[in-house]
């Protein structure tokens, strides 16, 4: 297939599937049922989205490797291609009803990434990007902010919710943030702060102990909107490293001055 192709037909299931999403929340919401069996609900529409999008991106892309959440298939990122997938990013939020949540695909060529699209089903916002084309909400092209203080800027974050180790550092690093910035978000879905970055919503973004499939599209959209990303380091493993920092470029200097003052 060419690239156009590829780009349509993931889109499409993309779409698809943020569709099933919507009709499964609305289904989930309306039955009264003990916590064990919200959890076995949700487990069924993370794993059944996941099929389908690996079905999708199968016949796109015939014998590319993948990185999937739920592991449905054989995972490899030793290809020449690679999709990296995160089939519900935002699961606790879907749980509880809330619209924050996404459908993150990427596709990697040679260790990097070629395609990436972040979809918020709730929201109708479908963010894409393709390397060396820019990064766009909806076909309308968009960039990062151009805020250049960490005082004026609204950061986004994570909290560890299964690695507790680095526990009390995140707490001053949040405490430090607080006092010094125009403000503290945390939505739920990494894939959606960094395509807020990217949007311009978000001077910056960071966050611990996330997975391939919660950086791996985001971290393209972000670039391709004029935005810069590294880990806690400022190196370059924030796909398969434990931490990842995303901002414009011109708070970043800033942004990681405190990061790297508790870590």
């Given amino acids: 297939m060419q690239a156009k192709q590829i780009i349509d037909l993931v889109e499409t299931s993309i779409k698809e599937v943020g569709q099933y999403q919507i009709d499964e929340q609305k289904s989930l919401l309306s039955l009264k049922v003990e916590s064990k069996g919200l959890n076995q609900l949700v487990s069924k529409v993370d794993v059944t989205s996941e099929q389908r999008l690996v079905e999708a991106c199968n016949t796109a892309l015939p014998g590319a490797a993948f990185i999937t959440e ?6 490899s990122k030793d290809a020449e291609y690679c999709w990296i997938i995160d089939p519900l ?19 990697y060529k040679d260790g990097e990434a ?5 979809y918020c089903p709730k929201m109708e916002q479908m963010f894409f990007a393709q ?21 004026q800027s609204l950061l986004a974050t994570g ?10 550092k ?15 978000r945390r939505m739920g879905s990494a894939a959606i702060d960094l395509a807020y970055v990217a949007w311009g919503k978000f001077e910056g973004f960071f966050e611990l102990n996330l997975s391939p499939w ?3 599209a985001g971290s393209l959209i972000v670039t391709e909107a004029g ?16 931490s990842v920092v995303a901002s414009n470029p011109l708070v970043k200097k800033e942004l990681m001055k405190s990061i790297k003052t508790y870590f």
């Fill in 70 to 75: 739920e592991n449905t298939i054989s995972q």
């Fill in 89 to 107: 990013d935002g699961t606790t939020n879907f749980l509880h009803g809330l619209q924050i949540f996404s459908i993150s695909v990427a596709l």
């Fill in 114 to 118: 070629e395609l990436a699209w972040v």
């Fill in 131 to 151: 390397k060396g084309k820019g990064a766009y909400l909806n076909g309308v092209q968009i960039g990062v902010s151009k805020i250049n203080s960490l005082d």
């Fill in 159 to 168: 909290f560890p919710y299964y690695t507790f180790d680095e526990m009390q």
């Fill in 170 to 184: 995140y707490l001053e690093l949040l405490a430090h943030f607080m006092k010094g910035t125009h403000g503290l």
């Fill in 214 to 216: 919660d950086v791996a």
């Fill in 227 to 242: 935005g810069e990303i590294c880990d806690f380091s400022e190196g370059n493993d924030y796909v398969f490293g434990n």
